[in-house]
């Protein structure tokens, strides 16, 4: 059984500090499914105009990524260009061109309608909730969602959460959606109307991770170099679902575990433009990062004596 992917294939145009990139290879389903399967097998489904270098996906192709779901249109591809400041936490959006992906209607392969976890990308939520009403079976459904679809389409993303397990969003998004500050009780706001699980994406500070019974935080992973934070939140959800595909049992342990792993792989995501460094990670350089991850964030604990006087 395979995890199922179902977003956006773009070309993306991104000036940082540290360099540039023209029509790279970029979307939320490219990076997921390069993060994704150097764990489990991945299916997409997504859609690119008749200019779209259809050649640059072999990267994926090459981990063994099923794009056999992918459709090509009349029109230009999706393309998205921005500026990120020096310290990369803000961007500027210069240009959103959605070409075919205005018109983007997912249909779902046969061979694809029974996955073991279905991710719903950052889509429309009337989108995602026809991808659910296309799946026959699954174990799992995760979502991402965004700013926009919070503002524009509340009630059918709302009803998309009543059909999710787990939401995965940033911590700006989650204040949104529950008009609460507070991320602890946002997350619970999150949990009483449907998905039992929340991962909400803090950057280069880290996740949380809140369920009914425990919260957990991991904190960032330092890196010396940076370079381009897209496509990092998707990465992070390409590596916390595809360890969860490959685990036999969804416990607490192996959900705080997916945090590290996909924590690891967002980290490679922003050291090199488009899913370059993302495709040449190793397994043996992954576990190095979950084991560093162990490292930094062990500790011991000492009852220390009261003073009598």
């Not at 993306?12 to 290879?25: K, Q």
């Not at 389903?29 to 991945?42: I, R, T």
Request: glycine letters at 8%; one cysteine or more.
């Amino acid at each position: 059984m395979s995890v199922l992917v179902v977003g956006s294939i773009a070309l993306d145009t991104i000036e940082t500090p540290f360099g540039s990139v023209e029509d790279a290879l970029g979307g939320s389903a490219v990076f997921f499914s390069a993060s994704a399967a150097n764990f489990h097998p991945v299916q997409v489904v997504g859609v690119v105009g008749e200019d779209y270098p259809t050649d640059s996906l072999d990267v994926l192709r090459d981990r063994g990524v099923d794009l056999s779901g992918v459709t090509e249109a009349d029109g230009e591809s999706f393309r998205w260009s921005g500026v990120y400041s020096f310290d990369l936490n803000s961007r500027e959006t210069r240009e959103t061109r959605l070409g075919v992906f205005a018109d983007f209607k997912p249909r779902i392969p046969q061979e694809f309608r029974s996955p073991r976890i279905v991710f719903l990308g950052n889509i429309d939520p009337e989108l995602q909730l026809n991808v659910l009403d296309q799946v026959e079976s699954t174990d799992l459904v995760a979502c991402d969602t965004m700013n926009l679809w919070i503002d524009q389409s509340r009630e059918a993303l709302l009803r998309v959460l009543e059909r999710t397990d787990i939401l995965m969003v940033n911590d700006s998004e989650v204040r949104q959606l529950a008009e609460e500050p507070n991320l602890l009780k946002a997350a619970q706001w999150v949990q009483d109307r449907g998905p039992q699980t929340v991962v909400v994406k803090k950057g280069e500070h880290g996740a949380m991770l809140v369920d009914r019974d425990s919260v957990f935080f991991l904190p960032g992973y330092p890196l010396e170099e940076v370079f381009d934070p897209t496509g990092a939140g998707d990465a992070f959800a390409g590596g916390f679902l595809g360890y969860l595909a490959s685990a036999e049992e969804w416990t607490p342990s192996e959900l705080r575990t997916a945090v590290v792993f996909g924590s690891a792989m967002g980290s490679f995501a922003v050291e090199d433009f488009s899913v370059h460094r993302l495709a040449s990670a190793r397994m043996e350089e992954i576990m190095d990062r979950v084991r560093e991850f162990r490292k930094i964030t062990s500790f011991e604990v000492r009852i220390p004596e009261p003073e009598r006087v």
